[in-house]
């Protein structure tokens, strides 16, 4: 958050953002739309919107200022930071948006119906999500996980069609 600045202030500042940053994933989501969640989708994306490459280095920079004005990762738990930026709908062709800051952790096991897209933004030069490095990864319908970091902090946005996800029970 801003110092100085008032609740209302920060309300629109946080509307703004959250739409710069909504506009900004639509390119990504444009490209996907109604394509299958499966290996050639996350080689083409790692192809044509590589970690270092423009989009995604816009992408990395709007999270770190967004959960530093403090309007994206705005919940914790077990130290994990999260939240979901946009919800599914037109804007986003479908896809709902969450972004989370992990530190070396695993999170919690989930399934995703649909499948899910991950872009991994390593925080810390070591940072892995799930053993991969910063770019995307895609998993397909039906596949489950205990999403884990290792090596340091990394963000990871995820794109959720429909925005289904299933947390399964704590064992």
């Known amino acids: 958050m801003v110092e100085g600045q008032s609740n209302a202030e920060r309300s ?75 919800k599914a709908g037109a804007a986003t062709h479908g896809f709902s948006v969450d972004v989370v800051d992990m530190p070396t952790i695993a999170g919690p096991h989930h399934r995703h119906p649909n499948g899910e897209i991950d872009l991994v933004m390593p925080q810390d030069a070591g940072a892995r999500f799930d053993g991969h490095g910063a770019g995307w990864v895609v998993y397909g319908p039906g596949s489950a996980h205990r999403p884990t970091v290792t090596g340091g902090r990394a963000l990871v946005l995820y794109l959720l069609p429909g925005g289904a996800i299933e947390f399964t029970p704590r064992a």
Request: charged fraction near 25%; hydrophobic fraction near 45%; proline fraction near 3%.
């Open 12 to 86: 629109a500042a946080a509307t703004a953002g959250v739409d710069a940053f909504t506009s900004l994933v639509a390119g990504v989501t444009s490209r996907i739309v109604n394509r299958a969640l499966d290996a050639d989708l996350a080689r083409e994306l790692n192809a044509t919107l590589p970690a270092s490459g423009p989009e995604v280095t816009a992408i990395a920079q709007m999270c770190r200022d967004a959960i530093r004005d403090g309007w994206m990762c705005s919940r914790e738990a077990d130290g994990i930071r999260y939240g979901r930026v946009v």
